[in-house]
């Protein structure tokens, strides 16, 4: 047999390029944990002083890769041999914002910091006591938005929130918008989608997108009807129409964007368990570090991690009641490969204990890949990074499973079937009514970036946007002095969204893979039906997870998904073959109660400016023909 050709030894410059990845990868890690040091300090104590030291702490590390990227241009590393090597100069060759001019960079690191700051601290008055007006998003907006059940009382909060952060963050916005762009194009991208993209790598990536939300679309709009008539029961016809856009405000977040909140009183078979763990979780007293050991334990039955002692000392996990934070849940690497923390004003109720989760799905990603070299320690791309927690919590949130724990009764054995009709029905309150809002978020700023969404349009294009996705409308009319994105976390703090919408199909096909492996899903077994499935345990399950989560981003997506499922491709197989029971009975039910599937144009308007609004009301108020039928065009 012919000796193997042996792989040419590798070039002086190639030597010379490891080398030089070995230094920058020495000085980035000093200067990446003083920069996540100082923004955990500012995070966890929003001051000016802290946001200045942050500033100080990004630009010292913004220039030393800009100063480090003047040599790293210079080598031919397409054309190294070696993998690792070649593959790390990719990932790191367009640096992103740290190209802009150091003022520039300065400037851009100050507007995010000021729109955080002011999403984070931003306060409401209460509806019924206006003289009250220390209403923060966390916890109490959030929780009004959940239980009030008042139609007033949830449109007051929905418009004073926007009217307390978005609309005072527009300009801010704008001028970040800006910047980003400047520094996409000193990558040679024409905007900053094309940079937030690359993470993909992926040809024609927008359009598999459009492709997984058409296949799921279906589904969502079976769940959008259904939803719409259990509104309209309990808020009236004057609140919710029979064939328009659901009310924004109506559905138990602030954003519309998951629908756990109207659970209680939606679901299919109300005589029937309900699958909520919230009322056992009080009753037992649960605190927040109970919530975390009980995730932390679900991690190392698989033998994966356990969280280290730094985790246990340093992580905030209940809101502090002597200083202003970021409450907005985070996991955090501190890239020095011992020091990883959560930050999270916990409340004890279900959608908690599920955020728990999805945090500690990415500490254990970064325990997992934590000897890789830095610039590997990220997600295969960064919907993976996403999807970790949630595997868990689709096991956790299983009636068994939630049994096994103590956190739900034994339930009634002769109402099995409707008992599971009702944990379907909680999920995809929480996964399929997520599907819209987790792709329109970066739709809206896509065409923002790239100027087919002009600042003159963001508010009324982004109204269109929920329409014809989510089929929303707001409960009142809007303008353009309104921002309602701003409204949103990852609108104010440059936070890329598409990778929740490419982890809400990527978590099922790993569920799926893992629930074969760990023998709780056999697809010619009605009695081992997926949504069943508890992955609780199973080492073998967790191996095959491992397997995935060390390769962090050191070899293509398309390879660690195979690791887990056997399969290269993002499909939404998984997730349709999950609810597939659930979509049959929603199609029977709305067919029984002769819902209309979809919507009809809203009557909601938008309109440039407050004054054009009144002066429409006005002019209309006399003309009776007037309904709600004006068009929601500017
Ligand atoms: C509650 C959760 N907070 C984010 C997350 O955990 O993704 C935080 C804020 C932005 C990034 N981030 C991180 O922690 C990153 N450091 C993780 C990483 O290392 O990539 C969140 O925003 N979620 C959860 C589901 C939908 C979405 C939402 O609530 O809209
Ligand atoms: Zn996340």
């Known amino acids: 047999t012919p000796a193997p050709t042996p792989t040419p030894a590798p070039s002086a410059e190639e030597m ?5 990845l070995e230094d920058f990868t020495r000085g980035m890690a000093t200067l990446l944990n003083r920069y996540k040091l100082a923004s955990w300090a500012y995070a966890s104590n929003l001051t000016d002083h802290n946001m200045q030291l942050q500033l100080q ?25 070696n993998r690792d090597t070649r593959r790390q100069f990719e990932v790191i060759a367009d640096l992103g914002m740290a190209t802009l001019p150091p003022e520039r960079f ?24 206006r003289t009250k007006c220390n209403l923060s998003l966390e916890p109490e907006l959030v929780q009004l938005l959940a239980h009030s059940g ?10 004073e929130w926007r009217r307390a952060s978005g609309e005072k963050v527009r300009g801010l916005f704008e001028q970040y918008v800006a910047i980003s762009n400047e520094a996409a194009a000193l990558n040679n991208y024409t905007d900053l989608s094309g940079l937030w993209l690359k993470a993909y790598e992926t040809p024609n990536f927008r359009e598999e997108l459009q492709r997984l939300w058409e296949q799921m679309q279906p589904l969502y709009q079976q769940l959008h009807a259904y939803v719409r008539r259990h509104l309209r029961m309990r808020y009236g016809d004057a609140e919710v129409t029979q064939q328009g856009p ?22 299919p078979f109300p005589n029937a368990q309900a699958t909520d763990a919230t009322p056992k979780m009080q009753e037992q007293n649960y605190t927040p570090l109970r ?15 356990a969280m280290p002692r730094v985790f246990w000392e340093r992580s905030i996990i209940e809101k502090p009641a002597d200083r202003e934070i970021v409450c907005h849940a985070s996991a955090w690497d501190f890239g020095d490969g011992q020091d990883f923390r959560i930050k999270q004003c916990t409340r004890v109720d279900m959608k908690d204990l599920y955020v728990v989760h999805h945090e500690m799905g990415h500490v254990q990603y970064f325990l997992q890949y934590k000897d890789q070299p830095l610039i590997f320690r990220r997600g295969a791309n960064p919907g993976f990074h996403e999807a970790v927690g949630d595997v868990m919590a689709l096991s956790v949130s299983t009636p068994k499973h939630l049994r096994k724990v103590g956190l739900l009764g034994a339930g009634d054995a002769s109402q099995s079937s409707q008992t599971a009709l009702n944990h379907l029905y909680h999920t995809a309150l929480q996964k399929v009514a997520f599907l819209p809002f987790g792709y329109l978020m970066d739709l809206w700023r896509w065409d923002v970036f790239s100027g087919r969404i002009a600042p003159s349009e963001y508010n009324c294009r982004w109204w269109r946007l929920r329409e014809e996705y989510q089929g929303l409308e707001p409960p009142v009319d809007r303008t353009e002095e309104d921002f309602d994105p701003g409204a949103k976390y990852h609108i104010i703090s440059s936070v890329p969204y598409i990778r929740y919408f490419v982890s809400s199909v990527l978590q099922f096909q790993i ?7 760990a023998g709780e899903f056999d697809p010619n077994d009605a009695n081992k039906p997926l949504h069943n499935c508890d992955i609780h345990g199973s080492v073998a399950a967790g191996e095959k997870l491992k397997a995935m989560l060390r390769l962090g981003n050191s070899r293509p997506w398309p390879e660690a998904l195979e690791a887990v499922t056997g399969s290269r491709h993002m499909d939404a197989s998984g997730l349709l073959d999950y609810f597939r029971p659930l979509k049959q009975w929603l199609e029977e039910e709305n067919q029984r109660n002769g819902e209309n599937v979809g919507w009809v144009p809203s009557t909601r308007v938008c309109v440039a400016t407050r004054e054009e609004l009144a002066i429409l009301r006005s002019r209309n108020s006399t003309d009776s023909a007037f309904t709600r039928t004006a068009s929601t065009e500017p």
């Open 16 to 20: 010379a390029g490891k080398q030089f």
């Open 57 to 81: 702490a990004a630009v010292e590390m913004a220039t030393y890769q800009k100063q480090q990227w003047q040599q790293l241009v210079q080598f031919p590393w397409r054309s190294f041999q």
């Open 106 to 129: 300065q400037q851009l690191g100050r507007l995010i910091g000021q729109m955080q700051g002011t999403y984070s601290t931003a306060k409401v008055c209460d509806y019924h006591n």
């Open 150 to 159: 008042d139609a007033d009382e949830l449109r007051h909060a929905w418009v």
């Open 246 to 267: 659901i009310p924004a405000h109506l559905l138990g977040n602030m954003w519309s964007q998951t629908w756990e909140g109207i659970y209680q009183f939606s679901k």
């Open 291 to 305: 919530m975390f050991r009980l995730a932390e334990e679900f991690f190392t039955s698989l033998n994966l991690s």
């Open 511 to 517: 569920h799926r893979a893992l629930c074969l492996e």
